[in-house]
């Protein structure tokens, strides 16, 4: 998967999460690496995910309410 593909997709939900992807969809999540890649291994067990880390984006706005 390319990193444009990983821009495109919206991946907000699973913030926080880890996901596995195959060919560009989210086939697992979990709260470590590994609990995505087996969940995804699970539902897709002859392919290979690509397991990434989703960040947690925090929202600057949010930030000026508070100060």
Known sequence: MK???LRQADLSPYAGR???L???RVTGTGWTADEA???AK???PKE???VIF????ENLNDQHRFA
């Open 18 to 20: 880890w996901v596995a």
């Open 54 to 57: 989703v960040p947690a984006v």
């Open 3 to 5: 990193d444009t593909d």
């Open 22 to 24: 195959v060919r560009g």
């Open 48 to 50: 290979e995910p690509q």
């Open 42 to 44: 699970r539902s897709r």
């Open 37 to 39: 890649r087996q969940s």
